[in-house]
């Protein structure tokens, strides 16, 4: 199959990186605004080449993958989805719920497939976890700990940008929560602080936060995120139940030093970046996506699913903001 690449960035090269590995995909048709990374693309990949976005689109493309900046994304699903064209799109799929709505209105009944890119859905770990939930050998969960530490903040421009770091960073978590525990989040509290980066405080963001989710039957989920985390990328998940409890995340390249005599555990080199701690998700996240091109799954991650994490994330922003509990309904247009 033939797939198109709107966005050449961090995230797209890399993606363009894998989708050229797949054997189900025989070329790429790529576009960016900056020539040079469509010339690095043209050079490694053997990509086609286009001037814009519409150009893509018409130049008969089977599926479309959208890694440009957060504010295209809303034009960019559409214009897909007018061509008739399947489409990944790199989380979210707007910069606000309002907008996202109205992404989904347009996706709903058009019969196009659109897959939004939450990668640790392909995480092996994760994946195992929630077959665990789902048959029933953990019991009913009790307690949910989700968390993300990265190394080192990201630059002052992209923070400026973010939205904050639960729009950002944690709605990997609360997108991994519904999903692994097949429960809805009614209800949140959140704080966070800053102690490192000052250019965090300015953009009016915090470096460091946790929220307290209450989901639909009962159970409490922990969501702790964090900018600074110097032994490198951590990213966890522990699941609680009345009959047994498990983890994702803890094995060798553990970012985290256990000082108890006697023990070696973990013996590995640290995961440092993303990229390296879910290189193999995001090939399963690509190849689920060919999948979908190739019409044998639907989606596996809808903008409505999507749009669930986001509703979170902006609980979780007005609680931090306001120092209190907020419902989901509150946020629910």
């Given at each position: ?145 989700s968390t993300t530490l990265d190394p080192a ?177 509150e946020v629910r247009k």
């Open positions: 199959m033939r797939i198109g690449i709107m966005g050449l960035g961090r995230i797209g090269s890399f993606h363009a990186e894998t989708l050229a590995g797949l054997d189900g995909v025989d070329s790429l048709v790529v576009t960016d605004p900056v020539a040079a990374a469509v010339a690095t693309a043209t050079e490694r990949f053997g990509a086609t080449t286009t001037d814009s976005p519409e150009a893509l689109l018409a130049a008969g493309v089977d599926g479309v993958v959208i890694a440009a900046a957060t504010d295209a994304h809303p034009d960019l699903i559409l214009a897909a989805v007018r061509a008739g064209i399947p489409v990944f799109c790199e989380k979210p799929v707007a910069r606000g719920v309002e907008e996202s709505l109205e992404v989904l209105r347009a996706v709903e009944g058009s019969g196009v497939e659109v897959h939004i890119g939450y990668n640790r859905r392909f995480d092996a770990g994760f994946a195992a976890a929630r077959r665990a939930v789902l048959s029933g050998e953990l019991g009913a969960l009790h307690t949910v700990r903040p990201p630059p002052p421009a992209y923070v400026a940008a973010s939205g904050g770091i639960f729009r950002d960073c944690g709605v990997h978590d609360f997108d991994i929560v519904r999903w692994v525990t097949g429960r809805e989040v009614v209800e949140v509290y959140a704080t966070g602080g800053n102690r490192g980066a000052e250019y965090i405080r300015e953009a009016g963001d915090v470096d460091t936060a946790s929220a307290l989710l209450t989901l639909d039957d009962g159970t409490i989920a922990v969501i702790s995120d964090s900018r600074h985390n110097a032994r490198g990328h951590d990213v966890r998940l522990e699941l609680h139940g009345m009959k047994d409890s498990i983890a994702v995340g803890l094995e060798d390249r553990l970012p985290l030093r256990s000082v108890e005599p006697g023990t070696a555990f973990p013996a590995g080199t640290p995961h440092t970046f993303f990229m390296d701690r879910f290189a193999d998700a995001y090939r399963a996240e690509l190849t689920a996506f060919t999948e979908v091109v190739a019409g044998t799954r639907t989606s596996p991650c809808t903008v409505a699913d999507a749009i669930e994490a986001s509703l979170t994330a902006e609980a979780c922003t007005l609680s931090l903001r306001e120092h209190r509990p907020v419902r989901l309904d």
